[in-house]
């Protein structure tokens, strides 16, 4: 396979997965923390990352805006719920392992 359409074809597993996680509204980020290591910030900042690395100005809003599809307070009022003590207490352990 060519650079060209490798690059392509993450650009667009990269879109599905966007995609993929602006459906699934139900699943909060501490949960992707929690079973992933990553959850819909990191991607963000992963995207601005990747702008900068080329010279581009990207800022964090912006970058969650495109990741989120809408401003991130929206979506924080529309869909961010409380973590449980569960989900608190799995986080806590989850970092405390990566060091």
Request: net charge negative; hydrophobic share 35%.
């Amino acid at each position: 396979m060519d650079e060209k359409t490798q690059t392509e074809l993450e650009a667009a597993a990269f879109r599905r997965l966007v995609s993929h996680l602006r459906e699934r509204t139900d699943v909060q980020n501490i949960d992707l923390m929690n079973l992933g290591g990553f959850c819909r910030n990191c991607l963000s900042k992963w995207y601005r990352a990747a702008a900068e690395d080329r010279g581009l100005e990207l800022d964090y809003d912006s970058a969650r805006e495109i990741v989120y599809g809408m401003p991130y307070s929206e979506w924080k009022e529309k869909y961010q719920t409380e973590a449980s003590a569960e989900q608190k207490a799995a986080f806590e352990e989850s970092h405390k392992a990566q060091g």
